[in-house]
């Protein structure tokens, strides 16, 4: 492996600015990584070879003229096949839209290529980002690189896996219940929520429109803010972006002091149903935080016991109504279009074969519970555990200045485990949901390797809304110090995988 693909984000900007290694260079090697084990992992549904050469020859050549550059010009990046990007597949893990190229950039991406960051190409996920394990996309389940019979996570488990398996340095992932934070948590990398509104969703495929964020994923602390500044701020493009400055992530990445910073642990997420091994890493990550000199105590928010399934009433019911534009008129994939069938049939027939099980599943639901007579039952009760949700957080936060639990109930599960059971599958989101109820600031960080089974464990941070930065000051402190326990980050300990060429 070439040592360049080892390198943080951070180093590999330093390495350019220096000198020392162009965009195309470090590129090159990400590609050829890729070449090399993605065969195994399975993390990118399409690269663009051509596409990312061309960027990075781009920068190179503005650094060679002088121009001024942003901090992370020419580092490579793994995208989410959930956001457009103009003339590159994009599928969202679909059948549905397999051949379709979007006309346009989203605002994400838009703001990547104007940052200088090069795109590799679009990473796995589970169709349409719903799921938590990556089984659900159409053409194939990611693996984790930490153990490639297990699941890496989701629905973002491509990106993950991707900076897991060193493909990329940086990726971008999407979190509509955990789906950037759960697969962080799962293969040992940094996966950020950052608030609702402060990252901008034009572009982004829609699952579920109030909750979805696009946000970072990094193999470090400091690399995901870095990323977070570049694609974070107002947009006029979508109507729920905040106008606000964006936090100074950079800066709360770097410093990680928590010295009388106030923590509070969650009651209610921890105990039954949670992996000895994670809550053993959890309570030493709560246990250092206090010889950091941060002021721990725990914190009862009674409503989060109903968060999953009021989240599992509103996201199929905005799924439902944002999956009714996929009717092969507009997109990709036509069935039965031979003169002898009437549109409303070719629809019939195009969604029946471009939706995979699990899309049919929540759009039953969600179709069912917006229905004449079930709204106020179902949707709108949901609603109200919502508001309540979010007044546990407001109550919290006058107590404490951050929120922490495991990110996860459990480690990575083996392929096929839970395939079959949905519930079980559902209840993997169960310690990440509630902040994008809320819509505050949320992240998952390494905190170690269980002692069961020798997988990442994932430390859950959440934050008041516009305050990413204490998630990420939290995140840096923990990081550090844990750092100098295992001689480097947790990525340090993930065994090499087999190259095949």
Not at 66 to 88: F, I, S, Y
Not at 93 to 99: N, R, W
Not at 362 to 376: C, E, F, K, N, Q
Not at 438 to 453: K, T, V, W
Request: aromatic letters at 6%.
């Amino acid at each position: 492996m070439s040592d360049l693909t080892r390198k943080t984000a951070a180093e590999l900007a330093e390495l350019m600015t220096s000198g020392q290694a162009s965009s195309v260079e470090i590129t090159q090697a990400h590609l050829d990584r890729i070449a090399a084990v993605d065969g195994a992992v399975h993390a990118f549904l399409h690269v663009d070879t051509e596409g990312a050469l061309a960027q990075a020859k781009a920068v190179d050549d503005k650094r060679t003229a002088g121009e001024q550059l942003a901090p992370l010009a020419g580092v490579p990046l793994a995208l989410k096949d959930v956001l457009t990007q103009e003339g590159v597949p994009t599928t969202a893990g679909s059948k549905i839209l397999e051949g379709w190229k979007p006309p346009y950039d989203s605002t994400v991406v838009q703001r990547l290529k104007a940052a200088g960051i090069v795109i590799l190409g679009k990473t796995n996920m589970d169709e349409f980002a719903m799921g938590s394990s990556t089984e659900n996309s159409a053409y194939g389940t990611t693996h984790n690189p930490w153990d490639l019979a297990r699941i890496p996570g989701g629905s973002g488990g491509g990106s993950s896996a991707a900076i897991s398996a060193y493909e990329a340095p940086l990726a971008i992932g999407t979190d509509t219940g955990g789906s950037i934070r759960q697969p962080g948590a799962f293969t040992g990398t940094v996966g950020v929520k950052p608030t609702y509104g402060g990252t901008s969703r034009y572009g982004l495929i829609a699952l579920a429109s109030s909750l979805d964020t696009p946000g970072p994923c990094a193999r470090t602390t400091l690399d995901a803010a870095l990323l977070h500044e570049a694609i974070a701020g107002y947009d006029p493009m979508d109507s729920t972006s905040i106008n606000q400055p964006v936090p100074a992530v950079v800066e709360a990445a770097r410093n990680g002091d928590v010295a009388g910073l106030r923590i509070g642990v969650v009651k209610e997420l921890g105990g039954e149903g949670y992996q000895p091994g994670v809550e053993a890493r959890f309570h030493e990550a709560v246990e250092l935080l206090t010889k950091l000199g941060a002021e721990v105590v725990e914190v009862s928010c009674p409503h989060f016991e109903y968060a999953l399934p009021a989240y599992y009433l509103i996201l199929p019911s905005e799924a439902s109504s944002n999956l009714a534009r996929f009717d092969a008129m507009r997109y990709g994939l036509r069935v039965g279009d031979d003169g002898t069938n009437s549109a409303e049939k070719v629809t019939s027939l195009t969604r029946e074969a471009g939706f995979g099980a699990e899309v049919k599943r929540r759009i039953i639901l969600g179709t069912h519970a917006l229905s004449s007579g079930y709204y106020d039952a179902y949707y709108g009760q949901a609603q109200k555990v919502r508001t309540l949700i979010a007044r546990d957080f407001a109550k919290a936060y006058e107590q404490v200045d951050v929120l922490v639990s495991p990110a996860t109930p459990t480690t990575a599960f083996a392929i096929g485990d839970r395939i079959d059971d949905p519930i079980a599958m559902y209840k993997n989101d169960l310690c990440t949901i509630p902040s994008n109820l809320a819509g505050n600031a949320a992240a998952s960080f390494p905190c170690g390797l269980a002692d069961e089974d020798g997988m990442p464990v994932g430390f859950h941070v959440m934050a008041p809304v516009m305050r990413d930065d204490l998630c990420y000051t939290v995140g840096a402190a923990l990081e550090s110090a844990l750092a100098e326990q295992w001689g480097g980050v947790l990525m340090t300990k993930a065994p090499e995988l087999e190259v095949t060429r």
